[in-house]
């Protein structure tokens, strides 16, 4: 399956583009997902406990189901003022 991953802010920058696409064997989760990058992007690996994800419109957590055509948003901790 493939799905598209939305990337903001510091995770834009560590992997270089606002979006990217996947492909992942059905069945697989967002932890799947995010754990894949991990491998391939140096420095993502420290934003992993406090990323959070988006599928479509909703807050997901690691374990979610991803399904073919989905996109998954990946927002790591900002402030704002």
């Known amino acids: ?3 598209r ?3 903001y802010a510091r ?5 270089g583009a606002d979006a ?3 492909t992942l064997p059905v069945g697989a989760t967002v ?3 995010f754990d894949d990058l991990t491998r ?3 420095g993502l690996a420290e934003l992993g406990a406090s990323t959070r994800f988006v599928r479509g419109t909703a807050f997901v957590d690691r374990a979610t ?3 073919d055509g989905d996109e998954l948003g990946l ?3 900002f402030g704002g003022g």
């Open 1 to 3: 399956m493939t799905v």
């Open 5 to 7: 991953v939305v990337c």
């Open 11 to 15: 995770i834009r920058e560590l992997v």
């Open 20 to 22: 990217i696409e996947r």
């Open 31 to 33: 932890g799947d997902c």
């Open 40 to 42: 391939e992007v140096a």
């Open 65 to 67: 189901e991803l399904h």
């Open 75 to 77: 927002l790591p901790p």
